[in-house]
């Protein structure tokens, strides 16, 4: 039986996918293992967002022909990186041997064949088959609790400083009669907490959305949200949000609705009216705020997290000061904060980046404390109260401890036995740092 090691690097989208090729492999007769010096195959699932990622590519496939033990393995390039370079990546690298785009993930035992079979130079970059099948095993999930549905692929919007519709395409939104079935199964398998993801998941517009009929909503999404709802399934979270889709009927959706989460991913980008029209995001600043103060006027207490870009082409410190003063109004629970990274291809990357790397750095490091100090008093308001945690694994950093998220995705850990995995428990808080909150177990909810 060959064996099959697969490496996933970037967003939940790239995980999922990673979890039905796996799946495909695995019922196809191969073994998967996590020891890659022992592999006849080799995978690597790109990501293409920021230079750093692809350049971490070329590492590890250095790295890992240096540790093989099998000189007749094969190795192949899945994902974001092998769409965008296609055959150009056999010049970079002559280790690998295939390369396979996003939407021909489902032909991965075909390239495999092929290589073995001694062409080791294929390469499919073409689209996505009519009938793919978009189930995973409950083996390759990774988590026993915790699953991902991929609601819609690709991206219209074409942010100027983004490669994601270059990588993935125009969207798609998959049937929510698919979407449905699929959290059916979960939930009879054991699954609690679902996420829902796209790049835009408030852009679901399925071809034929009759089987939402029933549901009440203003758009699509706030229809599917009603009807995941409606499976029972515990938690259902949802990711990304974008902010010019996100309509208000989400709110309204979640606050009728317990098993609907109470987080928000929304990304922003820049405080500044004058960058996100460079950026073509779609949306100004005072829309942003709009849709913050509806969530944060909802009934429930619901989690805002966002993404940050700093030191975009000819951001100025006006404009940086305005992003830290919408950081101060908005109160955001979590923040991813990134330096602007150009990417050939896009409209930005022909602007010129006239943010020095050490004003950017200062920038982020100002951004980083002010984000810092934020998510600290945030933390600190869960100290002595009671909040609902998925046990999802053991602790790596403490032992005897396991570690989950509550409904607003903050991770927390506790002490707990082993044969708490997977339930959800009511932990009360005790301790709080930064990014993490500490409690012991108050009563235990199954
Ligand atoms: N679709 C989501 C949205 O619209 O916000 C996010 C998609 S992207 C994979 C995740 C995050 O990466 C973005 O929100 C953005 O902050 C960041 N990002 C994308 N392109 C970037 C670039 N060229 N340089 C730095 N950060 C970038
Ligand atoms: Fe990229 Fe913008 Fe699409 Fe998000 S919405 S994936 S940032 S182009």
Same mark, same amino acid.
């Given at each position: 039986m060959k064996k099959v090691y697969l490496e996933t690097f970037g967003c939940q989208m790239n995980v999922s996918d990673s979890e039905r090729i796996l799946t495909q492999l695995e019922s196809g007769g191969y073994q998967i293992t996590d020891d890659e010096t022992q592999a006849d195959v080799v995978l690597l699932n790109t990501? %293409?967002?920021?230079?750093k990622a692809e350049h971490k590519l070329y590492t590890r496939i250095g790295q890992i022909r240096k540790t093989q @033990?099998?000189?007749n393995s094969v190795l192949g390039i899945l994902g974001c990186v092998a769409q965008l370079e296609g055959e150009t990546l056999f010049k970079k $690298? !002559?280790?690998?041997d295939f390369v396979l785009g996003t939407k021909a993930v489902g032909r991965v035992a075909n390239a495999i064949e092929t290589a073995f079979n001694g062409n080791r130079n294929f390469v499919d970059l073409s689209d996505r088959e009519a009938d793919y099948d978009w189930s995973v095993a409950a083996s390759q999930?990774? $988590?026993?609790f915790v699953g991902f549905i991929p609601i819609i692929e690709g991206c219209?919007?074409?942010? @100027?400083?983004?490669?994601v519709p270059f990588s993935r395409g125009r969207e798609k939104s998959i049937p929510a009669s698919e979407i449905i079935r699929q959290i059916l199964i979960l939930r009879e398998q054991g699954i609690k907490e679902i996420h829902l993801l796209?790049?835009?998941? &408030? %852009?679901?517009?399925?071809?034929? +959305?009759s089987s939402l009929a029933n549901f009440k909503g203003a758009t699509a999404f706030s229809k599917l949200l009603r009807a995941v709802a409606a499976t029972g399934m515990e938690r259902v979270k949802f990711t990304t949000s974008f902010p010019r889709d996100f309509h208000p009927d989400i709110v309204d959706a979640i606050n009728e609705n317990e &098993?609907?989460? +109470?987080w928000v991913h929304l990304p922003?980008? %820049?405080?500044s009216n004058r960058i996100l029209k460079a950026m073509r995001r779609g949306h100004t600043i005072e829309n942003y705020l709009e849709r913050i103060d509806k969530i944060k006027k909802s009934e429930r207490k619901i989690s805002i997290t966002t993404d940050i870009i700093i030191? /975009? !082409?000819?951001?100025s410190l006006q404009d940086f000061r305005d992003t830290v003063k919408m950081f101060e109004y908005c109160q955001f629970a979590g923040a991813y904060i990134f330096k602007y990274s150009p990417r050939p291809g @896009? !409209?930005? /990357?022909?602007?010129? #980046?006239?943010?020095s790397a050490e004003e950017k750095n200062e920038r982020f490091l100002e951004l980083e404390k002010v984000q810092r100090f934020t998510q600290q008093k945030i933390f600190q308001s869960y100290l002595n109260r009671s909040v609902e945690v998925l046990a999802e694994k053991i602790s790596v950093k403490r032992s005897g401890q396991l570690s989950g998220h509550t409904t607003c995705q903050k991770v927390v850990n506790f002490p707990g036995?082993? #044969?708490?995995?997977?339930k959800i428990v009511s932990v009360e808080i005790l301790e709080s740092k930064s990014n993490t909150l500490y409690g012991e177990i108050s009563s235990r909810k199954q």
């Amino acid at each position: 039986m060959k064996k099959v090691y697969l490496e996933t690097f970037g967003c939940q989208m790239n995980v999922s996918d990673s979890e039905r090729i796996l799946t495909q492999l695995e019922s196809g007769g191969y073994q998967i293992t996590d020891d890659e010096t022992q592999a006849d195959v080799v995978l690597l699932n790109t990501c %293409s967002v920021r230079e750093k990622a692809e350049h971490k590519l070329y590492t590890r496939i250095g790295q890992i022909r240096k540790t093989q @033990t099998n000189k007749n393995s094969v190795l192949g390039i899945l994902g974001c990186v092998a769409q965008l370079e296609g055959e150009t990546l056999f010049k970079k $690298s !002559p280790a690998i041997d295939f390369v396979l785009g996003t939407k021909a993930v489902g032909r991965v035992a075909n390239a495999i064949e092929t290589a073995f079979n001694g062409n080791r130079n294929f390469v499919d970059l073409s689209d996505r088959e009519a009938d793919y099948d978009w189930s995973v095993a409950a083996s390759q999930r990774h $988590s026993p609790f915790v699953g991902f549905i991929p609601i819609i692929e690709g991206c219209n919007k074409f942010c @100027t400083y983004c490669i994601v519709p270059f990588s993935r395409g125009r969207e798609k939104s998959i049937p929510a009669s698919e979407i449905i079935r699929q959290i059916l199964i979960l939930r009879e398998q054991g699954i609690k907490e679902i996420h829902l993801l796209g790049q835009n998941v &408030n %852009s679901y517009r399925p071809i034929n +959305d009759s089987s939402l009929a029933n549901f009440k909503g203003a758009t699509a999404f706030s229809k599917l949200l009603r009807a995941v709802a409606a499976t029972g399934m515990e938690r259902v979270k949802f990711t990304t949000s974008f902010p010019r889709d996100f309509h208000p009927d989400i709110v309204d959706a979640i606050n009728e609705n317990e &098993n609907l989460c +109470d987080w928000v991913h929304l990304p922003v980008q %820049s405080g500044s009216n004058r960058i996100l029209k460079a950026m073509r995001r779609g949306h100004t600043i005072e829309n942003y705020l709009e849709r913050i103060d509806k969530i944060k006027k909802s009934e429930r207490k619901i989690s805002i997290t966002t993404d940050i870009i700093i030191g /975009f !082409p000819n951001e100025s410190l006006q404009d940086f000061r305005d992003t830290v003063k919408m950081f101060e109004y908005c109160q955001f629970a979590g923040a991813y904060i990134f330096k602007y990274s150009p990417r050939p291809g @896009t !409209p930005a /990357f022909n602007m010129i #980046d006239n943010v020095s790397a050490e004003e950017k750095n200062e920038r982020f490091l100002e951004l980083e404390k002010v984000q810092r100090f934020t998510q600290q008093k945030i933390f600190q308001s869960y100290l002595n109260r009671s909040v609902e945690v998925l046990a999802e694994k053991i602790s790596v950093k403490r032992s005897g401890q396991l570690s989950g998220h509550t409904t607003c995705q903050k991770v927390v850990n506790f002490p707990g036995a082993k #044969d708490l995995l997977g339930k959800i428990v009511s932990v009360e808080i005790l301790e709080s740092k930064s990014n993490t909150l500490y409690g012991e177990i108050s009563s235990r909810k199954q």
